[in-house]
């Protein structure tokens, strides 16, 4: 079992940044997929990044350019860079464990409040 508890989420004007870490405890050998995701009010949750365990990621074009993952195995702590926010990126961010890097998001941390104002 994996437990992940994300934090850095905040308040910030439009074209600013923030980061984001989400801590993995229990079984974090780094041999799975992690992501992050966003869920904003009345929306469906989107998947803004992902990595595999060889450090290949993935963006959907709404971020690709402004947020960067990245993972530190030895910390076992997942980092969510975003850069240029805008209020369309207001939303709570999650981060998930997907142990057969097939599509299956089974692990979530509890979610952090991202807020940005114009």
């Known amino acids: 079992q994996v437990q992940l508890v994300e934090s850095g989420g905040g308040s910030v004007q439009a074209g600013g940044s923030l980061s984001l870490s989400c801590a993995a405890s229990?079984?974090?050998?780094?041999?799975?997929?992690m992501g992050w995701f966003r869920q904003a009010p009345g929306k469906e949750r989107e998947g803004v990044a992902s990595?595999?365990?060889?450090?290949?990621?993935h963006y959907p074009n709404s971020v690709k350019g402004r947020f960067t993952i990245s993972k530190d195995k030895a910390k076992n702590t997942l980092y969510l860079r975003m850069n240029n926010l805008s209020p369309e990126d207001t939303a709570v961010y999650y981060c998930?464990?997907?142990?057969?890097?097939?599509?299956?998001?089974?692990?979530w941390g509890q979610g952090t409040q991202v807020t940005v104002s114009s």
């Open positions: 229990g079984y974090t050998d780094n041999s799975y997929c």
């Open positions: 998930a464990a997907d142990f057969g890097c097939n599509g299956s998001w089974l692990t």
């Open positions: 990595i595999n365990p060889y450090g290949t990621t």
